[in-house]
């Protein structure tokens, strides 16, 4: 086929490596089998209670001895348990050494420089290696960095970034994450791109992102970070879900956590006025902002600061309303807006005009996901049954996804612009100044020539 | 209705039979003895430190950990009692329910002082009116021992790969005996008294036994006791345990507490050094 770029020898080699990793894991599989009968044996052995034989004991051991008596039944002892579920093994043991890897490059010459891609020694595979931020030492370990490792591991999911090990250097301070290597992240990849992805490919990756949301979300994770630099994408136009530095589980009723999370830019707008109670919507804001950055190559709401980022929030979606978002006025931070609220009644309209390629049944989805009302958000898992993606354009196979060169891989990274994860300590209180200002600017806001759409 | 917990893991790593035996050859005569006054340890710290028991249970089961994958020198530098006070800090934080690194210390220093109720610490039991300045935290002592509980707790991390998940049985045995249909309080409140013994077991029994196995255990023993026949045969099936699984384990928390008794023989008016 033309349009596929893979040669011929291509597919065998991924024959062959499908062959050796299937090889591999039965090998790995006897050896497990293998080490689960000798723990066994072991575990019979091994521990002594010291203690004389009580009334329980007796009961266990005859039991063991004599099941057809003990119960009065016949059953056969070597058909009995064949049918259970046995949980398959993991094990635990401490950290190895960095120095099983040999660097290769910086993958982001950002921020902290903190990621790199390197080569393990023995096997040659690649990796990327994540160091941990370990600035917040009043606490003693970092408890982000714990909580990035504890729900990175519970991950398994296609597309989530695989955590393969926990390394350290020479000392305490240097843990390093071993992840598996992929050649972009979303955001470096739009900002070098001359077009937008294409409809049906916007589709297939979106599909991606929300499946992976929806498997964090059942399983009580919450992200909190989710933006393009955080999505990684390889040549197979695979996603993968990464930075869990944010990460955290929640529960029902929901804890008070800090709402110092979200990168500004992708930041749910309770968030922005304070809630102290959140939940998984404000992962599905984020998708929003996603979505819209994948239609435009550009992050749809670029604030300067909180005030700024609602402003530009507001300018897009309109200003809430008691009847679009019953309760807002009670959050921490509306306070600020009450006197400047309470003669406006700007309906809530997402133009079309900005997002030029979009259907209406996209345009919808756009709308339900940027509701500012966080209740009429869809859940990750509604959105994966939403219209859009059934429409045609279908979403693209993977396997005919474009390749590009892979900066990760070759050559050191440009400096972001974008901002970055909040760090700790105190949640900015909004004043009412600033809020006056942004609805002075309102009126001159462009509203966009296209249809609009209301928001119910 | 309890609130749903956040933290649902199903299974735990177990351990594997070279680390079993490592640990039995590296352990010293007191080994035995050692583990079980730690665990009474961190469970009475954990009580103090008014941290629900799934933290404290979490808390051993980490110690646990550390002891069986982390290497002899690693254990060196420094005492049980800070490895105790390391795991309960780093439990605590990892929960909805975090503890300050200060009353981790105050708590630590109280109950390994002359005042502390634990026999081990004070063999002749504690004294009635005892003396608060027996276990003041002086800043300078606060600030050295603080230093110390975050080394030992990163020291704790890497023996232990940084693996924090623990799956523990109590809302497993609470949905199990529901399931059998024999609810009742007194039945609930026995099995959740072997649970909590059978975490201060020297077996080690949350990394030999998944937490669904200790939970139709711990039912087994509790039932028995309490004089409730479960009438179904082999329902310990219904819930994918083995007869084998389950005679070791009833085994093991049916002889906890002649463990313990001999243990306090032993230790008749001896202290037991942790520090
Ligand atoms: N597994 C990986 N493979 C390739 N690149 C990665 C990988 N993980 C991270 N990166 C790159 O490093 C950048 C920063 O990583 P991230 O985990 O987001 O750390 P931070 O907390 O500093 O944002 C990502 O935007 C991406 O470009
Ligand atoms: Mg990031």
Redesign the interface.
């Given at each position: 086929m033309a349009s596929n770029s893979k040669s011929k020898w291509a597919v065998d080699d991924e024959e062959e490596a499908a062959a050796v990793a299937l090889r591999k894991k039965e090998r790995d599989e006897r050896r497990r089998l293998k080490?689960e009968k000798?723990?066994q044996?072991?575990?019979?052995t091994?521990?002594?209670?010291?203690?004389?034989?009580?009334?329980?004991?007796r009961?266990?051991?005859r039991?063991?001895t004599s099941?057809e008596k003990e119960?009065g039944?016949s059953?056969s002892t070597s058909e009995?348990?064949a049918?259970?579920?046995?949980?398959p093994?993991?094990?635990?043991?401490?950290?190895g050494h960095v120095d099983q890897f040999e660097l290769l490059n910086n993958i982001e010459e950002g921020s902290y420089g903190l990621v790199s891609r390197a080569r393990t020694k023995g096997s040659g595979d690649i990796v990327a290696l994540k160091r941990l931020k370990m600035e917040h030492?009043n606490?003693?370990?970092p408890?982000t960095g714990?909580?990035e490792?504890?729900t990175l591991?519970?991950c398994r999911h296609a597309n989530v970034v695989k955590l393969l090990?926990?390394v350290?250097g020479t000392s305490?301070?240097d843990?390093y994450l071993v992840m598996e290597f992929l050649e972009h992240d979303l955001k470096t990849l739009l900002e070098d791109m001359a077009e937008p992805f294409l409809p049906s490919e916007t589709k297939t990756l979106m599909l991606q992102i929300v499946s992976a949301t929806e498997y964090l979300h059942s399983t009580?994770i919450m992200h909190r970070d989710l933006k393009t630099s955080n999505l990684l994408l390889n040549n197979r136009g695979e996603i993968r879900l990464a930075d869990f530095g944010m990460a955290r589980?929640?529960?029902?009723?929901r804890?008070k956590l800090t709402q110092l999370v979200v990168t500004l830019w992708y930041r749910a707008p309770e968030l922005l006025l304070g809630a102290e109670e959140y939940g998984f919507e404000i992962d599905v804001w984020s998708l929003g902002c996603i979505f819209a950055e994948l239609l435009t190559k550009e992050p749809v709401f670029q604030g300067k600061n909180e005030v700024d980022q609602l402003s530009k929030i507001f300018a897009l979606l309109g200003t809430p309303t008691n009847e679009t978002w019953p309760g807002f006025r009670s959050l921490p931070n509306a306070k600020a807006l009450h006197p400047v609220l309470s003669g406006s009644t700007s309906p809530p309209s997402l133009s079309a005009s900005k997002f030029p390629y979009i259907t209406n049944a996209g345009l919808r989805l756009l709308s339900s996901l940027l509701s500012m009302n966080p209740t009429a958000r869809p859940s990750a898992s509604e959105i994966l049954s939403h219209p859009y993606f059934k429409e045609d354009p279908r979403p693209k196979a993977k396997e005919m996804f474009p390749t590009f060169p892979s900066k990760a891989g070759q050559e050191k990274r440009r400096r972001r612009a974008t901002p970055q994860a909040p760090e700790r300590g105190d949640a900015p209180r909004l004043d009412e100044q600033e809020f006056a200002g942004i609805f002075a600017g309102r009126a001159d806001e462009e509203q966009g020539a296209g249809f609009s759409l209301r928001l119910g | 209705m309890a609130?749903?917990?956040?933290?649902?893991?199903?299974?735990?790593?177990?351990?594997?039979?070279n680390?079993?035996?490592d640990l039995?050859n590296s352990e010293r005569d007191n080994g035995?003895s050692v583990r079980f006054a730690q665990a009474q340890l961190t469970s009475a710290a954990g009580i103090l430190l008014r941290l629900p028991q799934e933290v404290i249970a979490q808390a051993i089961v980490l110690l646990q950990?550390f002891w069986?994958?982390?290497?002899p020198e690693?254990r060196e530098g420094f005492s049980p009692k800070t490895f105790s006070a390391a795991t309960i800090?780093?439990a605590a934080?990892?929960s909805?329910t975090?503890v300050a690194?200060r009353s981790v210390v105050n708590v630590y220093a109280y109950l390994t002082s002359k005042a502390s109720p634990l026999l081990f610490v004070n063999p002749q039991g504690a004294p009635t009116d005892p003396d608060p300045a027996d276990y003041y935290v002086s800043e300078g002592t606060y600030e050295r021992e603080r230093q110390r509980?975050?080394?030992c707790?990163?020291?704790v991390?890497?023996?232990?790969?940084?693996?924090?998940?623990v799956a523990l049985p109590y809302s497993l045995a609470l949905t199990y005996i529901q399931v059998l249909g024999v609810s009742s309080a007194s039945l609930a409140r026995r099995v959740f008294e072997h649970l909590n013994a059978g975490l201060l077991s020297?077996?080690?029994l949350h990394l030999?036994h998944?937490p669904h196995a200790l939970a139709v255990a711990a039912i087994y023993?509790a039932a028995?006791?309490t004089g409730i026949k479960l009438v179904e045969?082999?329902w310990w099936?219904v819930f994918?345990?083995?007869?084998?699984d389950?005679?070791?384990l009833?085994?093991?928390?049916?002889?906890l507490?002649?463990?313990a008794?001999?243990e306090a023989k032993k230790w008749k008016g001896i202290a037991l050094s942790l520090d």
């Open positions: 080490e000798a723990r044996a072991a575990i019979a091994a521990a002594t209670p010291s203690s004389p034989s009580n009334e329980n004991e009961a266990a051991k039991q063991k099941p119960n039944a059953t009995e348990g049918h259970l579920l046995h949980f093994s993991r094990q635990f043991g401490p950290c030492t606490d003693g370990f408890v714990l909580r490792i504890q591991m519970a090990e926990v350290m305490l301070k843990v009580w589980y929640t529960g029902n009723p804890p | 609130p749903i917990s956040s933290v649902e893991y199903l299974s735990n790593p177990l351990v594997t039979s680390q079993l035996l039995k035995l950990r069986v994958s982390s290497r690693d800090y780093l934080k990892l909805a975090p690194p509980l975050f080394v707790e990163s020291v991390l890497v023996g232990i790969g940084f693996d924090t998940r020297p077996q080690l030999t998944q023993v028995r006791e045969q082999n099936e994918d345990v083995d007869r084998e389950l005679g070791f009833v085994l093991a928390y049916g002889s507490a002649n463990f008794e001999a």
